[in-house]
């Protein structure tokens, strides 16, 4: 069977691989639960809490910086020797489900011309 990459289809946005790369796995959506009633909190805290290595919780938690669900105290180049303290994005973390729903669902997402066509009628 052939391996699936990328679809070719506007509705593929940036957002849509995002929130594949966090949700998308369950080690991940289990560090987003606990984060979520927990954070913020070391590394060594979210390793204990859930059911993965330390090494695997680490890279789950890089992935999920990456794609903006988790936010880190301390910047990535200077946590040498510190323990950074993760926690949830909560307004990125829907604004990922809901790239994700559109695009399941076939929604569509509005090209720059069709907003200026159709302007939000909540706007002034």
């Not at 307004?91 to 809901?98: A, P, S, V, W, Y």
Request: glycine share 8%; proline share 7%; aromatic share 4%.
């Amino acid at each position: 069977m052939p391996r699936i990459t990328h679809p070719v289809d506007m509705a593929w946005t940036s957002n849509v691989e995002a929130a594949i790369e966090a949700f998308g796995n369950r080690g991940r959506n289990e560090i987003i639960r606990y984060l979520e009633g927990s954070g913020p909190v070391p590394r060594g805290d979210i390793v204990d809490a859930v059911s993965a290595s330390e090494a695997s919780v680490a890279q789950h938690l890089i992935a999920l910086e990456k794609t903006g669900a988790i936010v880190v105290d301390i910047a990535q180049g200077r946590r040498h020797g510190r323990s950074p303290r993760y926690s949830v994005d909560e307004t990125r973390i829907k604004e990922l489900l809901g790239a994700h729903q559109d695009y399941l669902l076939n929604r569509r997402p509005l090209l720059p011309q069709a907003a200026e066509q159709y302007p939000d009628p909540g706007i002034q």
